[in-house]
């Protein structure tokens, strides 16, 4: 199963350039000095993290997270050189780590691996055997992908629990998981044969905890801020593009490995999900709004419409038959295709850009009832998208409103149908059960659970938008490659 991806036909210009553009916001951040990602370099015993799983961790708070100034490498370094993975220290807590003899955690998180956890990221047998048998075997030589075992056990451990009491698996989980970064940064300055496919896995699954630890930091420590939750996604979406270029760096090395059924597809056609066809029949609604607002100015306008471009190339790459985790494969594929212009209207609070993020997000609604590591993101972030949102731009925002709780959405006078109690938001209509490749009704919106949870991503290569700047198509025929990396 893999979460991350990239397009081998794409240029990875974008993803150079935000990180340029973080590093330079995080001057005094920097790992262990390198030479570029994908070199080999002689990093000495002394340089390399602590390979010791045990830990005596403290509750988290506010000032637990790394500051710029407090970075493992600058308290080794006396100059600190620019950080080489800026979208990997964002998700640092500490910069110290204090060792104590608690082995008896770390067999519990084990045990919750091979017995809950391993289940929750496919229902292919071949890669539930991946997971169970062959990546802890090989975490055994490679630490740093059984620091993300255990940070991903760690985190649905604490999902698992009563809300008030899942800081202590949270605390267990970002000491797991700031060793992973800390490991994979210093092996990403040397990728061999050996140690790929283990990267490749810890580059997976870290992308995972990512969303469950940041959906818990928002669960323990609640912050009403809408500008933390939306600089939130934004750094899943960096760490999306840098993982995606690591795994780029690996993909030849590691298709005859223990992680190659991540590469290949489904021998059977998986159920759809409608919900991907139902943004494609949004989408038309906010370009119409775009190209007709007078207001907009047209380099603005221009961005908007390619960074909507983007998205049905990818919706349709994830209805095809042979396609599993279709969900995951939109909400991780789309942030690869996005530049540092667009971003930067996100952070500025750009309606147009708030706008997409809010289509964007009624996927991660859809993917919630599945995959417990993005329980809360689509409420954060669309309420979040809402407090920050210009009133004018209403009439595009009608149908992602109808996500929103009843009260929320009354401030702006919302009258539209609502969710059912026990109902997916989206299915507004009745619910139908379809098989693969049959079209909802005409105007329905559904839900379809009784797909598979094994996300293998792969890129929609060379396609071209077909959403038009000036006229949006509603539906249209898959042509994304079947031969492309799915990892």
Wanted: aromatic fraction near 8%; charged fraction near 15%; charge should be negative.
């Amino acid at each position: 199963m893999d979460l991350v991806t990239w397009d081998p036909n794409a240029s990875h210009s974008a993803v150079s350039a935000s990180s340029a553009s973080t590093a330079q916001r995080r001057t005094n951040q920097s790992p262990a000095q390198g030479p570029p990602l994908g070199t080999s370099s002689a990093a000495s015993s002394e340089s390399l993290p602590s390979t010791r799983l045990d830990y005596a961790p403290k509750p988290p708070n506010a000032t637990n997270r790394v500051k710029p100034s407090e970075s493992v490498a600058d308290e080794e370094v006396p100059a600190s050189p620019p950080d080489l993975y800026p979208f990997l220290s964002k998700f640092l807590y500490r910069a110290e780590v204090t060792q104590a003899d608690l082995w008896l955690k770390d067999l519990e998180l084990l045990h919750q691996w091979t017995i809950e956890t391993y289940f929750t990221l496919s229902q292919r047998d071949d890669i539930q055997h991946l997971w169970k048998v062959d990546a802890p075997r090989h975490a055994i030589k490679h630490p740093f992908l059984m620091h993300e075992m255990l940070a991903f056990a760690a985190f649905h451990k604490a999902y698992q629990q009563p809300r008030e009491e899942r800081q202590e698996y949270f605390v267990f989980g970002i000491h797991h998981q700031d060793n992973v970064i800390r490991g994979v940064r210093e092996v990403l300055q040397n990728i061999t044969p050996d140690n790929a496919p283990a990267i490749v896995a810890t580059s997976t699954l870290l992308t995972l905890s990512v969303f469950a630890s940041t959906g818990l930091e928002a669960d323990i420590n609640p912050n009403d801020n809408s500008q933390s939750t939306i600089e939130s996604i934004l750094n899943c979406f960096h760490l999306m593009q840098g993982m995606g270029s690591v795994l780029a760096l690996t993909r030849g090395t590691v298709m005859d490995s223990f992680v190659a059924p991540m590469i290949r597809r489904p021998t059977q056609p998986i159920p759809s999900q409608p919900m991907l066809q139902e943004l494609v029949n949004q989408l038309p609604t906010l370009v119409t709004f775009i190209n007709e607002k007078s207001d907009l100015p047209e380099g603005e306008r221009k961005l908007l419409l390619e960074v909507i471009g983007h998205m049905e190339p990818v919706l349709q790459l994830a209805m095809q038959a042979l396609i599993d985790n279709r969900e995951l494969r939109f909400l991780f594929i789309w942030p690869l295709h996005l530049t540092p212009e667009y971003t930067n209207l996100i952070r500025q609070n750009h309606p147009g850009a708030l706008s997409i993020l809010m289509f964007y997000t009624t996927m991660i609604y859809a993917a919630e009832p599945r995959f417990w590591f993005m329980e809360g993101w689509g409420g954060r972030l669309m309420k979040a998208c809402y407090e920050l949102m210009d009133q004018s731009w209403m009439p595009c925002l009608r149908w992602p409103m109808s996500f929103l709780p009843q009260e929320i959405a009354t401030n702006w006078g919302f009258s539209g149908p609502r969710q059912s109690p026990g109902r997916t938001p989206w299915a507004l209509g009745p619910l139908l059960e379809l098989a693969h490749g049959q079209p909802p009704p005409a105007g329905s919106s559904t839900s379809h659970e009784g797909y598979s949870s094994s996300p293998h991503y792969e890129s929609p290569g060379d396609h071209k938008t077909t959403i038009s700047t000036t006229e949006a198509s509603a539906s249209r025929p898959a042509t994304a490659q079947t031969d492309q990396t799915q990892v």
